[in-house]
């Protein structure tokens, strides 16, 4: 309403106007009558006159339509100079003070269907899968962006020759594993993994979490996992990749609502589609969990997770080459040695890794070094395992001293027994909660 105001002020605006004082028609008659009027003009179509005054004062009225004869005659008896004009009506003008608020009633109405559309299109959309589609046209992951894990690489090449040139495998009748089930600790690269092998065989990948199955709608996680599954059928050769699988696959009769659990109707139908298309049609299953105990046998049984590919915690060369991939495009002191790094982190995944750079990072911006140090890793790796240092906590001499007999006895036994681990650095200085 307002916006339709505003523009019927505009409009009346844009439309010509009368200039001068505004004066009543009888007064307009009596000037006529006595004179005061020396030239003027009537408008035919509107009934406005405009007027001149003997002081050259303008004025303006509107008169009847059509004007009487009477009135016309007294006009061109005291007047000299008076016309009578018809012009051209401009039409659009003249229609535009109507045609505006019409116009912004039609748009408001629009806008109003093309929100409840939205609406509806939302709510219609619930079952649609929420998966992210990496496509070939994309710039990809392959095998080289995963460092290390060599034999991981080995098991799962089979997927990528499959996916590259089945024919092969169509030749001598073998069968590829459907599904490949990444298990590992958290952290440990499973989604890069995956990534990776459809990168090397060029194909889509549909990336989705298990938790997206799952809606406070009855039927939706069943809908969605039909939409996936149709998505990758409309592409061919694809690779569906569903990070924590477990949220979904959990062994079924353990839920609140028994059978009839929202979860595992969305894992039934899951089994189904995966019973439902052939390993010739170009599709591969993979997903990654940290908790394999707890998936449903029938998840794992052959002809739907066939392989189970372990992904543990990185070894020595792993986390050696893993470091060199974070510590690209950083600066680097020469006294930083990423053996040393690697010997000193073990049981880090690669996620712990790249934090810890990222700390070390962190550490030499904060000391205003231009590179990362050895000390800096060090601190990095101090914070990152043993938490921040507690500089703040008050101890008295005597506590320190106990303190310092204690971790001494601890550095001493492992120092002479042969088969403990060597030492790298004693402190007593107390960092996170201990």
Request: net charge negative; glycine share 10%; aromatic share 6%.
């Amino acid at each position: 309403m307002i916006g339709a105001i505003i523009a019927i002020f505009l409009a009346t605006t844009m439309l010509p106007s009368d200039s001068g004082n505004e004066i009543s028609y009888p007064d307009f008659l009596d000037r006529v009558t006595e004179g005061g009027i020396v030239q003027g003009t009537y408008n035919n179509n509107s009934g406005s006159i405009k007027a001149t005054a003997v002081d050259g004062t303008e004025y303006a009225s509107n008169g009847p339509l059509p004007l009487p004869d009477a009135d016309t005659a007294l006009i061109n008896e005291h007047v000299p100079e008076f016309r009578y004009e018809t012009p051209e009506t401009n039409f659009f003008l003249s229609i535009l003070p109507l045609l505006l608020p019409i116009g912004l009633l039609i748009l408001f109405f629009w806008w109003m269907q093309r929100r409840a559309q939205g609406q509806m299109g939302s709510i219609m959309s619930i079952g649609r899968s929420k998966a992210k589609t990496y496509t070939t046209e994309r710039p990809g992951t392959t095998f080289d962006d995963v460092a290390g894990y060599e034999g991981v690489k080995q098991e799962i090449t089979e997927i990528v020759d499959f996916l590259k040139t089945p024919e092969r495998f169509a030749e001598i009748g073998a069968r590829v594993p459907k599904g490949v089930l990444l298990v590992g600790p958290p952290g440990t690269g499973k989604t890069l993994i995956a990534k990776a092998v459809a990168g090397e065989a060029g194909v889509p990948f549909l990336s989705v979490t298990g938790s997206d199955f799952m809606e406070m709608f009855v039927g939706v996680g069943a809908s969605r996992v039909r939409d996936l599954f149709q998505s990758a059928r409309k592409m061919g050769k694809a690779i569906i990749f569903i990070d924590e699988v477990d949220s979904i696959g959990r062994k079924r009769g353990a839920g609140l609502g028994g059978g009839h659990d929202e979860r595992e109707q969305t894992l039934n139908q899951m089994l189904s589609e995966m019973d439902g298309f052939e390993g010739s049609e170009g599709i591969v299953m993979m997903a990654a969990t940290n908790r394999p105990d707890i998936l449903d046998p029938a998840l794992l049984r052959p002809g739907r997770f066939d392989r189970q590919v372990v992904v543990p915690l990185p070894e020595l060369s792993d986390r050696h080459a893993i470091l060199e991939v974070h510590v690209k495009g950083k600066r680097t002191a020469d006294d930083l040695d990423l053996n040393v790094v690697a010997r000193g982190t073990p049981g880090m995944s690669g996620a712990d890794l790249s934090n810890l750079i990222n700390e070390a990072a962190l550490y030499a911006v904060r000391e205003g070094d231009e590179e990362i140090a050895a000390r800096h890793v060090e601190m990095a790796r101090d914070r990152v395992i043993m938490g921040q240092k507690r500089e703040s906590l008050a101890l008295t001499d005597d506590e320190k001293e106990a303190i310092a007999y204690h971790e001494a006895g601890h550095a001493v036994c492992a120092a002479v027994l042969p088969t403990a681990d060597p030492l790298h650095k004693v402190t007593i200085i107390p960092s996170g909660m201990a």
